[in-house]
């Protein structure tokens, strides 16, 4: 089995010892009980160093009082006895062998050293006595004492070989110094135990179990204090429960404890990591349990995921009906506008057509009866010319008959010598005749084709300026469209240009009253349910989600409502 998780807790008590058991088929575990290690019942520790685990009165006694006020002036008295003693010998080895300048600068590294050892001592008696104690402040301080103390000894070492006395004399310059450090360590746990009584504390193990087992000694020391074990004999008992458990599994295997299951080994894996033995062969069963608690609550969360995930669809479907509905109410309100104003154009297309087919009429009427008049004053003047040449042919013919009778009566004289030349004559004249006749027919015949012609040709003309006239109408009307539209255009960037403007404005006031993003947004909102009439629910919703990239409808409606709100209260960009 592959242990995935941590317990939340590695030291447990087993107060009541019982033989020890396995996982797989083996009998019952060693222990059931939980708690912390430090309040077992059947064990109170009694250390060699006599502190015990009882917990001594939150408040000290008037006689207690005035101990623990000796024992601070002694140390003080201790303190500037050290002082005292190694400041001469330290400034003056600093000025002669560390290289200081001067014997001044010397004196103020030994105050600096002094002042800095007292200062960290301080600070750590008073955070100690705040309840906040500072660890790692303890080791500057220690190494600036072993400072101090190599300093005085230096100071007093000989010039020639050292003599047994010689390493008593430096030893002496060092008692003071580590006899303060240790009066002040005592004050510090001092100090931590008085304000914080309940804390547990810590058994410290007999020397003489260093001495005679130094290296199981070593790896029981290692286990307390990695995972806070504050019992010695708890620890004790642990060590001995492992013991007695791998005794057991080598009995049940006949000495090959290689044969035991994973689950079976696991105390004697766990125990470097402060597990006991029921602990250990609890943890597959606390494991899978674990694992079965993680799988019932992902599946409780997918489950909750889709019915927070249905919830939603249901609403946003409900907005989306509810939104669709006002578009279809706008729509149709639209609509009906749309066609009244179509109505009302048709009826006024519909005049002005009436109009314009009247007015053409009665400019075709004019046209036509001038097209009339002209044609009747032409026919009129054709019918004069017609009669002149009519007359003049009437004077010719009567002007040849008098020739022909003046001809006649001439070749009545020559009749008789001449009578078939006159024959002749009197054929080939009247032949002469019939053909002026018959060319004078056909020159009246082309006159009035070529009048027809003129005629024809009027028509045409007058039909082309018609054409041409309509023409210039419609371009006219052309050309007052693409104005309109052009003023329209002109219009409609008008409108867009002051949006911008205002738009500018409201963003760089935005700018200026550092809004949060979601302010900003409710008034751009405002600012669009002003450009749609100042009707926030003729604002549709998927206008704000476009606008404003929003997914979720139910945040646009949010989003108007705050709107509306904000422009109910005066808002105006």
Not at 138 to 149: C, G, H, I, N, S
Not at 198 to 213: F, G
Not at 216 to 226: E, K, N, S, V
Not at 417 to 422: F, G, K, L, W, Y
């Amino acid at each position: 089995m592959t242990i995935t998780d941590w317990p939340h807790t590695a030291v447990e008590p087993t107060p009541e010892t019982a033989p020890p058991a396995a996982v797989s088929g083996t009998p019952r575990l060693v222990s059931r009980t939980t708690g912390a290690v430090s309040e077992t019942p059947e064990f109170v520790s009694e250390t060699e160093s006599g502190t015990g685990t009882n917990h001594s009165p939150a408040k000290l006694t008037g006689t207690q009082k005035w101990t623990t006020g000796a024992i601070v002036i002694a140390a003080l008295a201790l303190a500037g006895i050290g002082l005292y003693l190694s400041f001469e010998h330290v400034a003056q080895f600093a000025h002669e062998e560390l290289r200081f300048g001067s014997l001044g600068k010397g004196q103020l590294f030994a105050v600096g050293v002094d002042v800095g050892i007292m200062v960290m001592i301080a600070v750590d008696l008073l955070m100690a006595w705040l309840k906040r104690p500072i660890s790692w402040i303890r080791y500057p301080v220690w190494l600036l004492t072993a400072a101090t103390v190599v300093l005085n000894a230096a100071s007093g070492a000989p010039e020639g070989a050292w003599k047994l006395l010689d390493y008593v004399a430096a030893g002496a310059h060092g008692v003071v110094p580590v006899l303060f450090i240790t009066v002040v360590e005592l004050g510090r746990d001092a100090i931590d135990r008085v304000v914080r009584p309940e804390q547990a504390e810590r058994d410290s193990i007999p020397w003489l179990r260093w001495v005679l087992a130094p290296v199981a000694t070593a790896r029981i020391f290692r286990r307390m204090r990695l995972w806070g074990v504050t019992s010695y004999p708890e620890m004790i008992r642990r060590d001995q429960q492992l013991i007695a458990y791998e005794q057991w599994l080598k009995r049940k295997y006949k000495g090959d404890i290689t044969k035991a299951t994973e689950d079976e080994l696991l105390p004697m894996k766990m125990a470097p990591y402060g597990y006991t033995v029921a602990q250990a062969l609890a943890m597959p069963e606390e494991q899978e349990q674990a694992a079965q608690e993680r799988e019932e609550e992902a599946e409780r969360r997918r489950l909750d995921a889709e019915t927070r995930s249905e919830v939603a669809k249901a609403e946003s479907e409900a907005e989306r009906l509810r939104a669709k509905g006002k578009v279809e109410a706008v729509r149709a309100e639209v609509d009906g506008r749309t066609g009244q104003a179509r109505a009302h154009a048709r009826a006024q297309v519909s005049a002005a057509e009436r109009a314009a087919e009247l007015e053409q009429q009665a400019l075709d009427t004019a046209v036509i009866a001038e097209a009339r008049a002209r044609e009747a004053e032409a026919e009129r003047k054709e019918a004069q010319e017609r009669e002149a040449k009519a007359e003049a042919d009437l004077r010719a013919a009567e002007l040849e008959r008098q020739a022909a009778e003046k001809r006649k009566e001439a070749a009545e004289a020559d009749r008789v010598a001449a009578a078939e030349a006159q024959a002749i004559e009197t054929q080939t004249i009247a032949e002469a005749r019939e053909a002026a006749a018959e060319a004078n027919r056909r020159a009246a015949e082309t006159e009035r084709a070529a009048a027809e012609t003129q005629r024809a040709a009027a028509e045409v003309a007058r039909k082309k300026a018609e054409e041409e006239r309509l023409a210039k109408v419609a371009l006219a009307d052309a050309a007052r469209a693409e104005k309109e539209a052009a003023e329209a255009e002109r219009a409609a960037a008008e409108t867009r240009r002051a949006a911008a403007e205002i738009e500018r404005r409201a963003v760089e006031a935005e700018d200026v009253a550092k809004l949060k993003p979601r302010e900003r947004a409710v008034r751009r909102v405002a600012r669009m349910i002003l450009g749609a009439g100042g009707d926030a629910d003729r604002l549709p919703l998927a206008d704000i989600q476009h606008e404003l990239a929003v997914t979720s409808p139910g945040t646009a409606s949010e989003y108007r409502q705050e709107a509306a709100e904000l422009l109910a209260g005066g808002y105006r960009p």
